[in-house]
């Protein structure tokens, strides 16, 4: 049985297209998959109402950032990372503080972070 077994991870990522490859990965690594969130709103809601044990934040969400969920996740000790396809100048957030992910990722990262971010 993974590690990973029945963990919830909230899913926040505004492409289609990779947020249903990464909710393949998550459900093969035997995660549950809260989400995907595609926008803000829906992000922030979740954030604030589901049981998550760790969260895939995508960094720019329609042009927003996905800032104010991390900043509730963080209220309530949820563990996350940040996944973005841009360079490390792209994150205004304090590098020191969250693991970020870059795109293109695979399966076996995506284990691998978990794994760090719920101190496996």
Known sequence: ????????????????VIAFAVEDALLELGCEVV?????????????????IDAAILD?????????????ELKRRGVPFLFATGY???????????????????RKDQIAAALCRLLRF
């Open 1 to 16: 049985m993974s590690l990973l077994h029945n963990k919830r991870v909230l899913l926040v990522e505004d492409e289609a």
């Open 35 to 51: 989400g995907p969130a595609f926008c803000l709103e829906e992000a922030v809601a979740l954030a604030s109402a589901e049981p």
């Open 59 to 71: 960094v720019n969400l329609n042009e927003q950032r996905s800032y104010a969920v991390a900043d």
């Open 87 to 105: 360079a490390e100048g792209g994150l205004d957030w304090d590098r020191s503080e969250v693991d970020v992910l870059s795109k293109p990722y």
